[in-house]
């Protein structure tokens, strides 16, 4: 073991892993600036160093590897006209694309919660573990925002509808659901995990991704569809629209009872939230790569970011916990054309530069 850095991220080498640990279990491991910063400065040394031949990617505590971003720092700058929105996101982006495209095999541990930011960490990975505590969402539509960090490219390779409902609804993924949705790779029960850590960290300099894939599978259950890929038929006809209006239309007329419950939640959720999250997945459905997915999705964020929804969904979700957001407009009838513009409107090509 060498290289130990405390703090809200450890990154140090086990043997042959460079382990990368989310540390703020207070928080659900919730994702910083600064943490998106030294994931960054700890994949440069592992990329670098002959010795590192797997990533690993876990979460501090019990609850789960990320609650996802540090949105309460957002919502405080998003207030005063900050540009916290405008380089966090932008960082955190180009660190995604990073990720999915890193040389040696990065295995993430999704236990227990992984939302938002940390589904942008782990879920772009080569090797993904879910476990049986594992309780996946992209719930971002309930804060005036969307499914971001490539959630919408992600969501849009999801077999029929079913990333359409998951990025409208922001319900929840078992381990099963989140490999049938194209989220994960592997079931392995949380029990298993210490044993499969271990092997990890003794792999071979130079270990394929393949070889990786086959210990994987040594430990998992082999469970790659959950409950709500049984209703898969259900909702592609109910969520196979492009706009927002015929979704509401076909289930108030389906009226059965998964159909009035689905539309109970979308009635929680934003407006325009909804009408953006819609149009970038049909947008993403025909992107050639993440990186055109990030790249759209970074000039919507910083729309979002300046947005009164986002606050207001802030306030009500985060900081005041009331759960009873004003959104502006407050129906899906309301939401303009016009509106929806600027979440599309160009960017300059300089704003993420990938490498």
Same mark, same amino acid.
């Given at each position: 073991?060498?290289?130990?850095?405390?703090?809200?991220?450890?990154?140090?080498?086990?043997?042959?892993?460079?382990?990368?640990?989310?540390?703020?279990?207070?928080?659900?491991?919730?994702?910083?600036?600064?943490?998106?910063?030294?994931?960054?400065?700890?994949?440069?040394?592992?990329?670098?160093?002959?010795?590192?031949?797997?990533?690993?990617?876990?979460?501090?505590? $019990?609850? %789960? =590897?990320?609650?996802?971003? !540090?949105?309460?720092?957002? /919502?405080?700058? *998003?207030?005063?006209? #900050?540009?916290? @929105?405008?380089?966090?996101?932008?960082?955190?982006?180009?660190?995604?694309?990073?990720?999915?495209?890193?040389?040696?095999?990065?295995?993430?541990?999704?236990?227990?919660?992984?939302?938002?930011?940390?589904?942008?960490?782990?879920?772009?990975?080569?090797?993904?573990?879910?476990?049986?505590?594992?309780?996946?969402?992209?719930? $971002?539509? %309930? =804060?005036?925002?969307?499914? !971001?960090?490539?959630?919408? /490219?992600?969501? *849009?390779?999801?077999? #029929?509808?079913? @990333?359409?409902?998951?990025?409208?609804?922001?319900?929840?993924?078992?381990?099963?659901?989140?490999?049938?949705?194209?989220?994960?790779?592997?079931?392995?029960?949380?029990?298993?995990?210490?044993?499969?850590?271990?092997?990890?960290?003794?792999?071979?300099?130079?270990?394929?991704?393949?070889?990786?894939?086959?210990?994987?599978?040594?430990?998992?259950?082999?469970?790659?569809?959950?409950?709500?890929?049984?209703?898969?038929?259900?909702?592609?006809?109910?969520?196979?629209?492009?706009?927002?209006?015929?979704?509401?239309?076909?289930?108030?007329?389906?009226?059965?009872?998964?159909?009035?419950?689905?539309?109970?939640?979308?009635?929680?959720?934003?407006?325009?939230?909804?009408?953006?999250?819609?149009?970038?997945?049909?947008?993403?459905?025909?992107?050639?790569?993440?990186?055109?997915?990030?790249?759209?999705?970074?000039?919507?964020?910083?729309?979002?970011?300046?947005?009164?929804?986002?606050?207001?969904?802030?306030?009500?979700?985060?900081?005041?916990?009331?759960?009873?957001?004003?959104?502006?407009?407050?129906?899906?009838?309301?939401?303009?054309?016009?509106?929806?513009?600027?979440?599309?409107?160009?960017?300059?090509?300089?704003?993420?530069?990938?490498?």
């Amino acid at each position: 073991m060498s290289g130990v850095e405390e703090g809200d991220l450890v990154a140090r080498v086990e043997g042959a892993a460079g382990v990368i640990r989310l540390n703020r279990p207070k928080a659900i491991n919730a994702v910083t600036l600064e943490m998106f910063r030294d994931i960054d400065k700890a994949l440069d040394r592992f990329e670098a160093d002959p010795a590192v031949a797997v990533i690993l990617l876990e979460g501090s505590g $019990e609850r %789960g =590897l990320c609650a996802g971003g !540090d949105i309460r720092t957002l /919502w405080e700058s *998003s207030k005063v006209n #900050g540009d916290l @929105g405008k380089i966090l996101w932008r960082e955190e982006y180009i660190l995604n694309a990073r990720i999915k495209k890193f040389p040696k095999p990065y295995v993430a541990f999704m236990d227990g919660i992984v939302m938002g930011g940390g589904v942008g960490l782990s879920a772009h990975a080569s090797h993904r573990v879910v476990t049986d505590r594992t309780k996946l969402a992209m719930p $971002e539509v %309930g =804060l005036g925002f969307f499914p !971001d960090v490539g959630g919408t /490219w992600l969501l *849009s390779r999801s077999p #029929g509808e079913i @990333g359409t409902y998951f990025g409208l609804t922001g319900q929840t993924m078992n381990g099963p659901d989140a490999i049938h949705a194209k989220f994960a790779d592997a079931v392995v029960p949380a029990a298993k995990w210490p044993g499969l850590r271990e092997a990890l960290t003794k792999v071979r300099p130079g270990v394929t991704a393949s070889d990786v894939t086959k210990l994987i599978n040594g430990f998992a259950t082999g469970e790659a569809a959950g409950p709500v890929a049984a209703r898969e038929p259900v909702i592609d006809a109910l969520f196979g629209f492009d706009r927002m209006e015929d979704i509401f239309a076909a289930l108030k007329r389906d009226g059965s009872e998964f159909a009035l419950a689905t539309l109970k939640t979308l009635n929680e959720k934003s407006p325009r939230g909804m009408v953006v999250t819609l149009k970038l997945l049909r947008l993403a459905r025909t992107a050639s790569s993440l990186e055109e997915c990030l790249v759209r999705e970074y000039r919507a964020a910083l729309e979002v970011f300046r947005s009164d929804d986002f606050r207001e969904g802030v306030r009500a979700a985060v900081i005041d916990k009331d759960r009873n957001p004003s959104w502006s407009p407050p129906r899906i009838g309301d939401v303009t054309p016009e509106m929806l513009a600027p979440y599309l409107a160009g960017i300059g090509a300089d704003e993420l530069k990938f490498s």
